[in-house]
Nanobody, 115 residues
Framework: QVQLVESGGGLVQPGGSLRLSCAASGSIFRNNVMGWYRQAPGKQRELVATITGGGSTNYADSVKGRFTFSRDNVKNTVYLQMNNLKPEDTAVYYC?????????WGQGTQVTVSS
């Protein structure tokens, strides 16, 4: 059984930074893709970024140049460094681990960007 636990969310002013973490436990294979998604109130969940086992990343246009996705395969943890945060980044952020036949999600961590 796979478990994903996010942390690091909070309230930050526009222009500020946060670092989200997602710790994975269970049958995690270090070479697999993982992702970060977010869901704002009244909106659909959207993809923020993905990372391969080798560390190659892809980002949504809205976060390119501001967010950085990284992973520590020894700790089975992925990170999302978020800089120059904007009010429109306010959402619940979810860690995602897709496997054949099942997609695992964490419980989410709230990020609020407001002055």
């Amino acid at each position: 059984q796979v478990q994903l636990v996010e942390s690091g969310g909070g309230l930050v002013q526009p222009g500020g930074s946060l670092r989200l973490s997602c710790a994975a436990s269970g049958s995690i294979f270090r070479n697999n893709v993982m992702g970060w998604y977010r869901q704002a109130p009244g909106k659909q969940r959207e993809l923020v970024a993905t990372i391969t086992g080798g560390g190659s990343t892809n980002y949504a246009d809205s976060v390119k140049g501001r967010f950085t996705f990284s992973r520590d395969n020894v700790k089975n943890t992925v990170y999302l460094q978020m800089n120059n945060l904007k009010p429109e980044d306010t959402a619940v952020y979810y860690c995602n681990y897709p496997r054949p036949g099942k997609i695992y999600w964490g419980q989410g961590t709230q990020v609020t960007v407001s002055s």
